[in-house]
């Protein structure tokens, strides 16, 4: 039954922070922030998409 809840878990981070399946599994605790309003952001080193080599934060909603 955890594996299910992980796996909707990474999921739901992948869709909301529009993630590819290698920038997921790059993740750490420590680069998933809360907010006060229940949100989170979660810290991405490095991407795909970014050619400036500059990482960056995306906000997840409260729900995920």
Aim: proline share 2%; charged share 25%.
């Amino acid at each position: 039954m955890a594996h299910g809840r992980l796996d909707i878990a990474l999921v739901s981070i992948m869709c909301d922070a529009g993630l590819r399946i290698s920038e997921t599994a790059a993740l750490r605790w420590r680069d998933v922030l809360a907010t006060e309003d229940g949100a989170g952001l979660v810290y991405i080193e490095r991407s795909k998409t970014d050619q400036a080599g500059e990482d960056s934060y995306v906000l997840v909603n409260p729900d995920t």
